[in-house]
């Protein structure tokens, strides 16, 4: 077959999945308003499916002529669940070659083969990643890579020294003295780990790994945020960006669980915010990329972990790091900055990575968005709403 | 004037078609779904029949929350209907044409903004350092905050009122605009007294107006999140809410359930307000 008068052969793969991405596209006019992004003019593309907070715009057109390898992004909507649901019944697998989610997932999209592994020897810039970046626990499965840590952080308390002192651990959070002055995430994704870690650190309570509870585990962690829910112990849970900044901003909280960003814009409104480093240790997430079967089925892998390799260059964590503040876990963005300071601090980049490397030297949690016991979280989740 | 009935159904199929493509096709689809299992080898349903995700419903206290978001529901509603019926009244009734115009527009506007805004605006109002604390401390009335003003059933039944007044007091001003003024300007000729018409004349002939704008803000606090997330107490939750936490985790025929739940007590509703209250006579030809 050929495409207009170019007389390009495609393959009847390609035209399926052109097909199947022109009807993604209609869905999501539809559905959201916008239309997917375009390619740019490069010869290989990547359909990279992720986090939205992975995309770096127009900035995408520079990554491709430096990685030789054109992405079109697509944001994932951030929910593993659905994520999950339309790789495996769904028709993702036929639009996208790369994914990107919350750390966790990797293993049983693996178990269903829903992503393959990835060839580390085709991604050389794998090597310069940080050890322990490598070593986070969800991204091998049976010995094989499927997970490339691409963006990471680690997330504990904000509080105001002026009203607190300081603060250097959970206990505050569960603090009677701090009856309706505390706040925490409205996830368990992330509630449910933060008080997993007080209860085994400070409180001594037989809990092995707080990122993936036992029912046993999850029961004790659960009954104990109820308890205080019951006790008027939290202002509210938040929910999102703003809402988190407004609670501090305002003074609803004098402590919550959350990101460290929430510190710097309190910081910007004047506000005297700090960001602390609990005895019990931090929260760890990771942003991480997986291969999609689809890939495969389609000879793009190749493409892919070019594109992979692009992500880890140096280019696109210099960039997310200045757009975002987040972390690609290599030396390769100092090395980069050093070599085009007119786009990119050398300093700044450093200061970033210094950082979140400090946080990581400490004892760290790592966030499991999907824990083997999910389901029962969301039923605890539901217990400790209707407390 | 009639049509030729061929006219007449090549003019109704468009909107038939789109009627059952986009809103029956789908809800029939959720209806089915809801009576199929999960499987978990592939994170979707399969066509089984199961009852889990409606035994599923009455776990972690779930139905409590469904009741609840009806409470609420019918709370806002009622509020609304309260506040409506004398600002539709004002409207049509003592407004000259330029203020109903002002009027209609001052409660249109809020609307030009995104709703999460204007839930998040109302927590700059109830906080702690908000508008209404910093009056009452400044005036001498209180010498703390008052916490209960924001997260908390307080917070959120003012957010839901605030977000859907609108849809109660335009089907109110439609029906009072089908009122024969002669009507009751006769029945203030008879003697009847300001509280006498408005029992006996306006409030039973509008009472379609009445329960459209009821049923209209019942139904959008029934599909609504944002308010409660933002206003209401920790782990606050509403139907739509309980629905995402279900989501996250892929148990469709639990979300499927507890939809198909809802659904059935709206069209319930519908059914028996149009059989009560004459809905349908609001869309009916005056002359």
Known sequence: ??????????????????????????????????????????????????????????????????????????????????????????????????????????????????????????????EGVWQWAKDIPYLKHEGKQFGIPTVVNADSIIYRPDKLGKVDSYGVIFDPKLKGRVAMEDAWINSAVFAAMYLKESENQPIKEPGNLSESELGLVMEFLIKHKKDGQFRTFWNGWEQGVQLVANEEVDAMTGWEPIVYEGRKRGLQVEYAAPVEGYEGWGNNTVLLKGAGDRGTADA??????????GFYGCELGKARGYLVPTDSNVAYAQAHPSEYAPEEVQKLGDHVKAKFGGKVYWQNCRPDNFQLYEEWWQKLRNA | MKLPLSTLAGLMSAPALAIIAMGLAPLAVVVVWSFWAWDPSTYWIKPELSFAGYAGILEAGRWTVILSTFAKAFLTAAICLLIGFPTAYAVHFLASRRLAVVLLALMTIPFLTSYLIRSFSWRLVLGRTGVINTLLQDAGL??????????????????????????????????????????????????????????????????????????????????????????????????????????????????????????????????????????????????
């Not at chain 1, 892919?304 to 260059?313: I, R, S």
């Open chain 1, 1 to 126: 077959m050929t495409v207009g008068n170019r007389n390009i052969p495609i393959s009847s793969n390609m035209q399926r999945r052109d097909l199947l991405k022109f009807m993604g596209a209609g869905a999501a006019a539809i559905t959201v308003g916008g239309l997917p992004r375009v390619a740019f003019a490069q010869d290989k593309t990547v359909a990279f499916w992720a986090t939205a907070t992975l995309d770096i715009g127009e900035k995408w057109q520079e990554f491709a002529s430096q990685a030789g390898v054109t992405p079109e992004f697509t944001d994932n909507g951030n929910d593993v669940g659905p994520v999950v649901a339309r790789l495996a019944a769904g028709n993702a697998n036929d639009l996208f070659d790369v994914g990107g989610l919350q750390g966790g997932a990797e293993k049983e999209l693996a178990r269903q083969g829903l992503i393959i592994p990835w060839d580390i020897a085709k991604i050389p810039n794998y």
């Open chain 1, 304 to 313: 892919a972990h070019e594109f992979v390799n692009g992500l880890l260059a």
């Open chain 2, 142 to 287: 209180t010498s703390a905050p008052i916490d209960w003003l924001l997260f908390s059933d307080f917070a959120v039944i003012v957010g839901l009122v605030a977000s859907y007044l609108p849809f109660a007091t335009f089907p109110l001003i439609l029906a009072m605009q089908r009122l024969d003024p002669v009507a009751i300007a006769a029945a203030r000729d008879l003697g009847a007294g300001f509280w006498t018409v408005q029992r006996t004349l306006i409030l039973p002939l509008t009472i379609s107006g009445v329960f459209a704008g009821f049923l209209f803000v019942f139904v959008m606090t029934l599909g609504s999140s944002t308010e409660v997330q933002m206003l209401g107490g920790a782990g606050a939750s509403i139907v739509s809410v309980m629905i995402n936490d279900v989501m996250r985790v892929a148990n469709y025929p639990l979300a499927f359930a507890i939809s198909t739940v809802v659904l059935a007590v709206v069209f319930g509703l519908v059914l028996l307000g149009n059989r009560a209250f004459g809905l349908s006579r609001l869309f009916e030809d005056r002359s």
